[in-house]
């Protein structure tokens, strides 16, 4: 019988918010792939203080050493034949010791929650390793703790967990990220702008930031632009193109994600705070502003409002405001759609004599309020595809997509 102490009360609230149907949004993977038909641990904690928490209490102050238990509850029934010493490894890490031996580990099928006692020491932090593919559930699937629903094999499937006893120092368990980055967007002016990603949950290991590590190539050809490194410090990389970037032109810069803090953490590029072994490089886009010679600025919807029966929707130049030629041949039901409360309506749309406006013609009396769909794909009259979202970049589906109600 497995003896819990409830040290600590946890509450967990799951939020699910509902936004509007955009018709253009792109497709895009959940946030986690699944890993429903994997087991995971859901909650870990020590018997003395419950789960939770993290530190060690002595519960029998007459043996010598800290008597207590590491606590861990699975969100599925596991074999308790995998719940074995072989499916864990602890090690004390300050100061740094030997794998350490429980005396026992159990599991109660009945509440899914397995405990490893032992006799721990006084100020000393240990780091518990839930080996992966040695746990498993009862049809025989392995953990899954970066919520992709693959076994990856160690290390992306090696559950880590740290506790402590005294006021020793846990091991940095904490993969880093992006902070923020910068130039972003269009209507760039500098030429030999400082690119720099500035890191967070470091401190970073500094041999890895490097030019092997961070691209930058044009857009639209992938053609390599050369880069020099500036400085590359615990929290930051700053390169700059040796060469003077061009006007009007769109260029792709890409962060390595096989880059790692100092503790050995792989950078979490997308921050949803699990690693995978096919995690993506950290990539935007930046783009040069225009001179005489070029014409490479988007469009963005300037206005959209109801006139009789019909919406005029007004565009102009993104970022500058400018003066905007469109091409009508883009204003076509597959890329403007508008919908009342009940349904879609059929539209028929006008140029008129403002090269920046069209005029969509409802098929229809509509009910209620009027929400209007631009996609990304409306085009000026150079190619430049929608800036939905008014970053001086365009063409992107579900950022560059435009919506507003009337």
């Known amino acids: 019988m497995i003896r819990v102490t409830t040290g600590l009360t946890i509450l967990f609230l799951l939020l699910i918010g509902c936004a509007e149907d955009n018709p253009f949004k792109a497709n895009s993977d959940a946030e986690w792939q699944s890993g429903i038909d994997h087991p995971h641990i859901i909650l870990a904690g020590t018997e003395s203080n419950g789960f939770g928490n993290y530190q060690f209490t002595d519960l029998n102050p007459e043996i010598e050493g800290i008597q207590d238990a590491i606590i861990l509850k699975f969100d599925e029934a596991m074999d308790a034949a995998t719940i074995i010493a072989s499916s864990f490894n602890l090690i004390p890490t300050d100061p740094e010791g030997a794998l350490f031996q429980f005396d026992s580990i159990e599991y109660c099928l009945e509440n899914e929650t397995a405990v490893l006692s032992g006799t ?16 498993r559930d009862l049809v025989g699937k392995e953990l899954d703790p ?3 629903a693959l076994y990856d094999g160690s290390p992306w499937d090696d559950r880590l967990i740290t506790f402590v006893a005294g006021t020793a120092e846990m091991r940095d368990i904490i993969s880093p990220v992006i902070n923020s980055h910068y130039p972003v967007g269009g209507g760039q002016v500098n030429q030999n702008p400082e690119i720099t ?33 500036s400085s590359a410090t615990e929290n930051e990389i700053v390169v700059v193109p040796t060469d003077r970037l061009s006007y009007g032109t769109r260029y792709t810069i890409r962060q390595s994600a096989q880059v790692a803090d100092s503790t050995g953490n792989y950078l979490d590029t997308d921050g949803n705070g699990y690693i995978w072994p096919d ?41 500058t405001g400018n003066d905007v030629v469109m091409d009508e041949i883009t204003y076509i039901g597959a890329n403007i759609q508008i919908s009342d ?38 085009a000026d009259q150079y190619g430049n595809l929608l800036d939905g979202n008014n970053d001086g970049l365009g063409g992107t589906p579900g950022e560059d997509d435009w919506s507003g109600v009337l």
């Open 146 to 148: 970066n919520h992709n």
């Open 279 to 319: 995690e993506a490089d950290f990539v935007w886009d930046i783009q040069m502003e225009d001179d005489s010679n070029t014409n490479a600025t988007p469009p963005t919807v300037a206005a959209a409002f109801k006139a009789d029966n019909s919406v005029v929707i007004e565009f102009e130049q993104s970022l």
């Open 120 to 135: 721990f020491s006084d100020d000393t932090a240990y780091l518990l390793t839930v080996i992966a593919g040695g746990t």
């Open 341 to 378: 409360d009940s349904s879609s309506i059929p539209l028929r749309f006008e140029g008129g004599s403002n090269p920046a406006t069209v005029y969509c013609l409802l098929q229809r009396n509509y009910v209620g309020s009027l929400t209007v769909h631009v996609s990304c794909n409306v």
């Open 197 to 229: 990603i500035i890191f967070l949950q470091g401190p970073m290991d500094v041999s890895l930031l490097n030019l092997d590590n961070i691209t930058l190539v044009r857009t639209s050809d992938s053609t390599a632009v050369s880069l020099e490194l």
